[in-house]
């Protein structure tokens, strides 16, 4: 018995560690969001970060209305990209763990 919690215990200090570094693996890997084909462009990390907007110069003649639902649309376009991609990674150490349907880790 005692030999079956020591290798528990070392189970979860590697689920741990493994969590903690695909968290911060997340954190640093960068989407981009687009609208109008690619006309805008807004790179974001994994923190929901915005690092970057492109704006393609022929977009710029647009009225100040349509350039902002632009702007947005690639902004929410690039926050489901990070919610996906961040989803996809976490599955993959969730499913090693043997959980009940349904179960949903607190991440």
């Given at each position: ?7 528990l ?12 570094q ?5 954190a ?18 994994g923190?929901?970060?915005v690092?970057?907007v492109t ?10 209305e349509v ?7 690639a902004v ?7 919610e ?17 349907g ?5 991440f």
């Amino acid at each position: 018995m005692k030999g079956n919690l020591s290798d528990l215990m070392q189970q979860a200090q590697k689920m741990q560690a493994d969590l903690q570094q695909k968290q911060e693996e997340m954190a640093r890997a960068e989407v981009t969001g687009e609208a109008a084909a690619g006309l805008v462009r807004v790179v974001m990390t994994g923190r929901h970060d915005v690092k970057r907007v492109t704006i393609d110069d022929s977009v710029l003649s647009e009225d100040k209305e349509v350039l902002e639902d632009l702007l947005a649309a690639a902004v929410n376009d690039a926050v489901r990209k990070v919610e996906a991609h961040n989803k996809e990674a976490m599955s993959g150490l969730a499913a090693g763990l043997n959980l009940p349907g349904g179960f949903k880790m607190p991440f």
